[in-house]
């Protein structure tokens, strides 16, 4: 069978800065730190090839001495194996496993466990899951005489949930929702129907790193809007460029996140709200909200759903994303969709090609949680209020120079740092017992370099310990911190 080789270039966008000036590290070893990410964020496939030494260094501009000394670093690693007459191919090394989200070689760093700030989600509160799952259990009989397969969802978790809209202002019936495997699963399906192949998709910038892979998987193009936290939550979103790029690219989609926005943790104001219901209804665009962080208020409550601010043939085009995994628990995969009663008919002729319902005793015991879930909700949120504090005092004390956006809600802080050494500073970082995301993750086309998002949703000892080990990578490639150019990093 042939073996798929990746393209220099596409090898080197990918990169994106991954040469720090300091120069503390050799050139081989920056590429070779810069391509293990690769690997391990899942942005370079297991059993591709990598480019010949040759192409790579012309693409690079570097002495194919420099690839060969990369290439040989990765293969003493693990990341490459090589057979006799063949090219080498991209591999994982022994002992690495999943964290949840990527592939990381789980082992200690000098002062321990390697602290994983990869992903923004909290255990589960153990108890009530378990009481969840019980009571599901006890409720199954009444499904086994039936085929089990529910491509809308069972009613009785479609209308506990449209319940909670419409204590929070948005009147919904059960026929206006459908529940999916997860949220992310939501947005794959939406874009099946809502978009094709070239089409444009609207998105803040920075926004979910998963949501970007899936507009593009998809084969849409996502067009970023700049979210600007210097302006606060009453100004981050550019609205009047959501309305120029709606315009100006005829994008028939746009998935924002106004409720304690991944990663900066704002929330949008009704105002703002209420003018992007305005702009989705002038431009016939379809709004996809993701609301998977609404629960997760630290300091006050979100205004109502953006959906609720419509009038008439307005509501029909808000479409509403919600999710049991940032509030609840990841490992329970329930999300749903609010819409139009035909767009969830739509989407339930989508979803036969690619699954024929979410599992239905996951749907009973997010039924079980989600009707009576505020006392859970305010423990969940008081404990991130604490470890928030937590993150933000240890930042101040290693790494003064980084400006953190303190959003009211939302589980990570996105920090602002001196030197644009974002994808670097990911690189090196596992080597001093820390695991990041890094900041071009959550943008388009190499953005954010300047930028990092460090979770809160990990223990205080957990965060004590991360923070110092992000100071001492970061001491190693940041030399010249007073001096780089403070000009914010958006396109």
Known sequence: M???????????????????????RPAYRALADGIRLLVHDGRVPLGVALPSERE????????????????SVLRDEGYLISRQGSRSTVALPAGARPNGLMFRSHQPGPSGPVVDLSYAAMAAPA?????????????LPNFLPTHGMEPVGI??????????YTARGLPTTAEQIMVTSGAQHALRLLLSVLTSPGERVLVDHPTYPNALEAIRRNGARPVPVPVRPEFAAAGAWDLDGIRSAARQTAARMAYLIPDFHNPTGLCMDSSGRAELAKIAHETRMTLVVDETMVDLWLDAPPPAP????????????????????????????????RADAALITQLVGARAAVDLGTPVMDQLAAAYLL????????????????????????????LPDWRPTIGSGGMSVWMRMSAPVSTALAAVAPNFGVLLAAGPRFGVEGAFERFIRVPY?????????????????????????DTADQRMVVV
Not at 306 to 327: D, I, N
Not at 381 to 393: D, H, K, M, P, T
Not at 461 to 481: F, K, N, P, Q
Request: proline share 1%; no cysteine.
């Open 2 to 24: 042939m073996t798929r080789v990746l393209g220099a270039r596409s090898l080197a966008r990918d990169l994106g800065s991954w040469q720090e000036e300091s120069g503390r």
């Open 56 to 71: 790579l260094a012309a693409v690079l501009e570097l002495s194919r001495t420099t690839i060969t000394s990369s290439y």
């Open 306 to 337: 953006v959906a609720s601010h419509g009038r008439g043939a307005a509501k029909t085009e808000v479409v509403t994303l919600g999710s049991t995994a940032k509030s609840l628990w990841g490992g329970l995969r329930v999300g749903w969709i």
């Open 371 to 398: 009707a009576d879930d505020r006392s859970l909700l305010e423990q969940r949120r008081e404990v991130l209020r604490e470890q928030r504090a937590v993150l933000l005092g240890a930042v101040a004390e290693h």
């Open 127 to 139: 108890a009530q899951v378990e009481l969840a799952y019980a009571s599901a259990l006890q409720e």
């Open 155 to 164: 009613a009785d978790l479609r209308d506990v949930i449209a319940q909670r």
């Open 457 to 481: 949703a990990r223990s205080p000892e957990d965060l004590i310990r991360g923070v110092a080990s992000i100071a001492a990578a970061y001491d190693t490639l940041a030399t010249d911190r």
